[in-house]
């Protein structure tokens, strides 16, 4: 299996925020992680990359147990997105290019294969005329997608991604969805964390709905849609 969460329990300041969650996660499926806001959900994904201390229970990735997992290459994430500007200056191309590190190490220099990466993942989410532009001038959607071609770039066999739609404009949003259902064509394994659906329904194979620190649904995705009016769904 690509990623199994056993028991997972994080607490912090002694308040469990998971408590016990179990999670399975096999080859090929797109999992939608939902639930209502302060639920867990960044939680359970961050405690499954290793980015949350876990007080009991146990995450293994592609089998292995996370202490000893040395395969970062093979898992691209995205964080939750924290508003737009990080102060660094960056090119869009830079950021993707950090996409690469895991995989040709550190201090390397970028081989042919690196830089067709780094094309191919701006060309997937429709941002190769902008490679050259600083980041900070982008739109917050189009910011989100080099994000993703920075997880994409380094050619992983799965993607976790944070709430990769939130705040995100309908364009990027339809062009996200569009990169996710080849990324599943061609093997992928898709973990994210969402508020609404969208454009993201159909690619999904399962929902995890988590309420409380605890998963209370785990099967076919909600019949009705939640997809509501979110107060930044429609900013860019
Ligand atoms: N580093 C932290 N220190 C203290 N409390 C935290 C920390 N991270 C999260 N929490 C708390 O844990 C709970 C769950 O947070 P989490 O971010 O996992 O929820 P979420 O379901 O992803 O919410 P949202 O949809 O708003 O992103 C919240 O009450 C949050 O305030």
């Known amino acids: 299996m690509v990623l199994q969460v056993e028991r997972a329990v994080v607490a912090y300041d002694g308040r469990p925020v998971l408590d016990g969650v179990s999670l399975t996660v096999h080859a090929g499926e797109v999992v939608a ?36 997992f040395r395969g970062w290459h093979r898992i691209g994430y995205v964080p939750q997105r924290v508003g737009a500007g990080s102060g660094v200056p960056a090119t869009v191309a830079e950021v993707v290019a950090e996409g690469r590190l895991a995989r040709r190490g550190f201090l390397r220099p970028a081989s042919t294969a ?8 701006l060309d997937a989410v429709g941002l190769a005329e902008r490679a050259r532009e600083p980041v900070s001038v982008l739109s917050g959607g189009q910011q989100q997608r080099v994000l993703i071609a920075r997880a994409l770039a380094g050619g992983p066999e799965l993607l976790v991604l944070d709430e990769p739609t939130a705040g995100v404009d309908a364009v990027s949003q339809e062009l996200f969805a569009g990169c996710l259902q080849r990324f599943v064509t061609y093997g992928g394994t898709v973990v994210f964390v969402a508020h609404e659906l969208g454009p993201l329904r159909p690619l999904i194979t399962r929902a995890v709905v988590v309420s409380r620190g605890e998963i209370v649904h785990d099967g076919a995705p909600p019949a009705i849609d939640n997809d509501h009016v979110h107060p930044h769904a429609a900013t860019a």
């Open 114 to 121: 690196d830089r067709r990466a780094v094309a191919e993942a």
């Open 33 to 68: 992680v939902l639930g209502a806001n302060g639920s867990g959900k960044s939680t359970l994904v961050k405690a499954a990359m290793g980015l949350a201390p876990l007080t009991a229970g146990e995450v293994r990735l592609f089998g292995t147990p996370l202490r000893r």
